[in-house]
């Protein structure tokens, strides 16, 4: 009788962990992707075009010549995070999407008084709540002819 009681209880516990066991191995989420990021360094001459105030680094035939592009195809939302440094005077920097749609310009460059003539900033940040190709245009536009660019796509 002792022994039909023990085995009625273990019976139970089993269904007990049995049930919960399939609630506890449900699917696990998927792990966010690594950053998409690079360094690079460019070489490009000063080319004052087109004029100040309209969109810059959009002119394809400059390209390799006073603009260097970047094309990135992140798989899900993030945050775009772009720097270019180590230059003098003007650099640029132009997001554009896929279809080379203008997105968003870069917040102006910044070379403190008396900094040496490598001391130039430019940077930008973009925030994407979709998978969508992007095209980081980086150009000279009356700056010194070497920068390193940076970019880092995080995803959210």
Known sequence: MQISRIAAVAALGMIAVG???PAEAGPKPKPKPKPITKSYAMQLAPVPDPVQGSPSCARPQLEN???????????????LSIKVDGFGGD???TVFDGQH????????????????????????????????????????FAGT?????????TYK
């Open 19 to 21: 049930s919960y066991a």
């Open 65 to 79: 010549i006073s603009i260097h592009t970047e094309t990135i195809k992140p798989t899900g939302p993030g945050i």
């Open 91 to 93: 650099w640029d920097i």
């Open 101 to 140: 749609n203008e997105v968003a310009i870069g917040d102006g460059t910044s070379t403190g008084g008396g900094a040496p003539s490598t001391a130039g900033v430019e940077t930008l940040v973009l925030k994407y709540k979709k998978a969508e190709t992007i095209l980081i245009s980086v150009c000279n």
């Open 145 to 153: 002819p070497s920068a390193k660019g940076t970019f880092t796509y």
